[in-house]
């Protein structure tokens, strides 16, 4: 049963760090991109940041640019977010999803959902003081 299980999150004050967590089993996360995606609460949601297979190709979005980093250690079939300088409107539900093919990341460095074929039930990041 192919799965992917986050973990990291929690509640936070401003500018503090958080390193979420994206472990799969089941099957081999080194031959999926990854991509981190989140929604608050009535909100769309969006691609916060993705990394090909190989690691060699990541985007982020504008909203998180110097703040957070995206890694993968293939050895442990985990993916990381590490998010620094947090800020109140990072509050919301992440998501971690694997996709076996997102041309959109190489082409647009954009992460697409749609292009995400399997994804974790979440976990919550609240940022309050």
């Known amino acids: 049963q192919l799965q992917l299980v986050e973990s990291g999150g929690g509640l936070v004050q401003p500018g503090g760090s958080l390193r979420l967590s994206c472990t799969a089993s089941?099957?081999?996360?080194?031959?999926?991109?990854i991509g981190w995606f989140r929604q608050a609460p009535g909100k769309e949601r969006e691609g916060v940041s993705c990394?090909?297979?190989?690691?060699?190709?990541?985007t982020y979005a504008d909203s998180v640019e110097g703040r957070f980093t995206i890694s993968r250690d293939n050895a442990k079939n985990t993916v990381y977010l590490q998010m620094n300088s947090l800020k109140p409107e990072d509050t919301g539900v992440y998501y971690c999803a694997a996709s076996n093919d997102a041309p959109k990341l190489i082409l647009f460095r954009r992460c697409d959902s749609h292009e995400y074929d399997y994804w974790g039930q979440g976990t919550q990041v609240t940022v309050s003081s």
């Open positions: 089941g099957f081999t996360l080194g031959y999926y991109t």
């Open positions: 990394i090909v297979n190989s690691g060699g190709v990541t």
